[in-house]
């Protein structure tokens, strides 16, 4: 089976229109970044459609490409990697990644959002280099 043109692009657009928006957070200082509870909420909701996202990409090019599931969020990145579609340290750093999306999904009283700062701050190249790469399969 081949992939699906119009769900990566979908997906693809996705994170882009994250990915506007998070940068435009990231800008701002830590101090006020941590003060806006409405801040905090869109970058919350803007990471997890942005991680959503690539999972959903990441899950459809291992089902169609690797012709397997994995069976934990994670652990599709990891196909991936070892299929040689993305490189070990984004593997590694999108695995990190996809394990806070679960916080966020599940323990949502116990989010960090510092660590949130952090990931807009430091993460969000990621997202756009694993979009890229994804986007390249077509």
Known sequence: MSLNPDLIRARCAEIDASLIRLDQLRRLPRETFLSSQDTLDVACYRLLIAIEAALALCFHVSA??????????AGCFSSLERAGLIPHDLSSRLQQMARFRNLLVHVYWKIDYGQVYEIMTRGL????AFRTAMAGLL
């Not at 169609?64 to 969020?73: F, I, N, T």
């Open 125 to 128: 190249d990621d997202l756009r």
């Open 64 to 73: 169609k490409r690797l012709h397997q599931v994995p069976e934990e969020y």
